[in-house]
């Protein structure tokens, strides 16, 4: 049973545009929301994270907006550059889970010059 | 800055070997993690240990077994290699949040 489901598997945007990644849950008890932006040959890295005590978070060009009723979540980036081409997963877990993530798939995000 | 140090990146062993995969991270982690990440699955948690000693599966710990006797160091062993185990493996610890993640070992079973 897939947990937290991501789409979409791969996105294309010109520099400049605004790429958005979406993401649903089914387990009410999550409470910690992080999106994760892994390089080709590297480990995921954090990028951002939210808790569902508030709907929107930014950091520079990247925002969570968080819909706690409809059990959804997604990254915006603003502005796209080509540095931001990667793989980006979405997570989520619950206080007592001692610490465990459950991952989406992943989208291929591929920001054109 | 934390470091989470997988021993290899590269890694090729025969159908049938026992095989070693090494982690070892330098912050002081009670949590550390194991992965494996294959296209178009994501990361699949294959275990996890809360403490030295300490280990809980994940979803996916068949084929699996992990070894934790010093609190930096987790150990994850292919107990009879299979070619369905060809993948990224991805250690990560943690104290609480985030998880900090090492950069992998590509792992080929032939």
């Known amino acids: 049973q897939q947990q937290v489901k991501q789409s979409p598997q791969s996105l294309i945007v010109q520099k400049g545009g605004i790429s958005i990644i979406n993401c649903a849950y089914e387990?009410?008890?999550?409470?910690?929301f992080p999106w994760y932006q892994q390089f080709p040959g590297k480990g995921p890295a954090l990028l951002i994270a939210?808790?569902?005590?508030?709907s929107e978070k930014k950091e520079g060009r990247f925002t969570i907006s968080f819909n706690k009723s409809a059990k959804q979540f997604s990254l915006h980036i603003m502005d796209s550059q080509p540095g931001d081409s990667a793989t980006y997963f979405c997570?989520?877990?619950?206080?007592?889970?001692?610490?465990?993530?459950?991952f989406g798939k992943g989208t291929l995000l591929t920001v054109n010059p | 800055d934390v470091k989470v140090t997988q021993s290899s990146r590269y890694l090729v062993k025969r159908t049938g070997e026992k095989v070693f995969l090494e982690c070892v991270q330098d912050?002081?982690?009670?949590?550390m993690f194991w992965y494996r990440q294959d296209p178009g699955l994501g990361l699949r948690l294959i275990y996890f240990s809360y403490d030295v000693k300490m280990k809980e599966k994940g979803d996916i710990p068949e084929g699996y077994s992990v070894s934790r006797e010093k609190k930096e160091r987790f150990s994850l062993i292919l107990e009879s290699a299979s070619t369905n185990q060809t993948s990224m493996y991805l250690c990560a610890s943690s104290r609480t949040w985030p998880q900090h993640f090492g950069d992998g070992t590509r792992l080929s079973i032939l």
């Open positions: 912050m002081d982690h009670e949590n």
């Open positions: 387990n009410t008890a999550f409470d910690y």
């Open positions: 997570a989520a877990a619950s206080g007592g889970s001692n610490y465990k993530l459950t």
């Open positions: 939210i808790r569902p005590d508030v």
